[in-house]
């Protein structure tokens, strides 16, 4: 667990300012809003293995262990009393009735004592009330939208996933490609959560509506700390 534990710290970074509001970024990959007392993630992909192993496609089947140990480490660390899954939660959305009754055990028992919200995503949009939690496609917090897809256009005060956003720089003649935060203070796009979940270099055309350029910052994440990078430091896959 210390090893575990150590992937949530932050040092001593300084928090995402988002529409007057502070998030304090994770390294594991999650968000953390102290004024509200909220844990934010996003495309956990669940049973994504599972999915992949109905197709033939055979992958170790350890992610969904793996995505609820590294969640339930996070919760661990900053004991929210809510916590908003923005979307694809679950590779598919019949695969939240085929959870191993561990993990489905482990699960509810990260619910328990919090509100947990499960906003619907393009993977998962029929998720069934068996999961537990509140079920919406999406979610109004203090002037804050969250969403899982980003709507289209700037300035939208909102929280999104879907994307998977990452960065890639070089440093020291060694390119590093890691996951990010993106945001330029007006809406933000989570990285992904999930173990087996890629990415999408945020300097794509598909981010090109979501952000005013000059303002644009990609929080890359590390190994125990999350590093905010200028748009101009970034580099295309």
């Known amino acids: 667990m210390l090893r575990v534990m150590d992937e949530i710290m932050v040092g001593s970074r300084p928090p995402i300012e988002l529409r007057g509001h502070a998030f304090l970024p994770v390294a594991a990959g999650a968000l953390y809003w102290e004024a509200e007392d909220t844990l934010i993630v996003a495309d956990l992909h669940l049973e994504k293995g599972a999915a992949f192993a109905a197709r033939g496609m055979m992958l170790p089947p350890y992610d969904t262990r793996d995505t609820i140990r590294r969640l ?6 900053f004991a929210p009393r809510r916590v908003v899954a923005l979307g694809d939660s679950f590779h598919r959305s ?6 191993d ?5 482990e699960l509810t028992e990260l619910q328990r004592g919090r509100d947990w919200y499960w906003i619907l995503g393009n993977h998962d ?12 496609r999406s979610l109004m917090i203090g002037g804050i939208s969250f969403c899982h897809q980003p709507s289209l256009g700037p300035s939208a005060a909102e929280i999104a996933g879907h994307l998977h956003p990452v960065a890639r720089i070089t440093r020291r003649g060694e390119v590093i490609r890691r996951k990010c ?15 087996y979940t890629g990415g999408l270099n945020v300097l794509d055309d598909a981010f090109s509506p979501l952000f ?8 890359m994440t590390g190994k125990s700390a999350v590093y ?5 430091m970034l580099l295309p896959d």
């Open 101 to 105: 009754p561990g993990d489905r055990e």
């Open 181 to 195: 935060f993106a945001t330029d203070g007006q809406r933000l796009v989570m990285p992904a959560f999930g173990a």
């Open 72 to 77: 339930a480490a996070c919760l661990e660390g």
């Open 228 to 232: 905010p990078l200028q748009a101009s």
């Open 212 to 219: 005013l350029w000059h303002r644009l910052k990609a929080w």
């Open 94 to 99: 019949e695969l939240a009735e085929w959870l």
């Open 125 to 136: 949009p029929d998720l069934p009330e068996s999961i537990g939690g509140f079920i919406c």
